[in-house]
């Protein structure tokens, strides 16, 4: 299904170190609006989805978004190598140190773990659409703020185009969202389930 090219979607070249940043960029990886958690949601979510082409945005965003993931984690890995102890300190990055070394952990910028309760799946095509629709500028206004936060040329180019990707999915779900609109009795849009309800 996959064809797995081993290069970054788009280039991740970080010359300083910045465990601060990396403290608060790694949301975008395990935090509640981060890519994992957009991977998860789209490839679930396509397998009950009733309409081919909407299974196909699905599977396409999902993937991206596992792109995304990587990085994401060649950011922070980048931000966090090559640390002095003192450097961990005064940044304090020593919490995560302490758990992690400088291995990419997904994780919040507020310290917890990923979890699969920050996303849904609920076998409506409608209200997953809906969903994801809202996952993505929830994403976009994340990395709108850590864009207001980082000061590295270096780490703005790979986060604006992650940003950018947001806004291309959120008009990918709206093209699959008209495709089950148009399929569905118009006067009914919303009170029934084409996944279930026939």
Known sequence: ???????????????TPNPAMAKVIITQLGGPDGELAASMRYLNQRYSMPYKECKGI???VGTEELAHAEMIGAIVHQLTRCLSVEEIKEAGFDAYFVDHTTGVYPQ???GFPFTTAVLQSKG??????FEDLAAEQKARTTYDNLLRLVDDPDVIAPLKFLREREVVHF?????ALRVVQDNLDCRNFYAM???FDK
């Open 171 to 175: 008009q990918r779900f709206g093209d």
């Open 58 to 60: 699905l599977t396409d």
């Open 1 to 15: 299904m996959w064809t797995y090219e081993k290069k970054l979607q788009f280039p991740v070249q970080i010359k």
């Open 124 to 129: 409506d095509a409608l209200t997953d659409l």
């Open 108 to 110: 919040a910028a507020a």
């Open 193 to 195: 389930n084409p996944e």
